[in-house]
């Protein structure tokens, strides 16, 4: 009795442990291919603040968004 509730539970631990790491991977994957952002969008912001953003600022931005994902 006992080892047959040992094995559901070591089942359940498994199989969270390897679901965890598939949704993992495929939002890794999908963020990769789709960016929430993209530069116009950082531009739009910056210009919504006031700023104008130059080029070299864009690309920080951008490479620090990808530095995350």
């Known amino acids: 009795m006992g080892h047959d509730i040992l094995m559901v ?19 890794k994957k999908y963020m990769k291919k789709n960016p929430p952002i ?18 070299k600022q864009v690309n920080q931005m951008m490479k620090n968004m990808n530095k995350y994902m």
């Open 9 to 27: 539970v070591v089942g359940l631990v498994i199989g969270l442990v390897i679901g965890f790491f598939l949704a993992r991977y495929f939002m």
């Open 38 to 55: 993209n530069e116009n969008m950082i531009k739009a912001l910056m210009s919504g603040m006031g700023r104008t953003p130059t080029q």
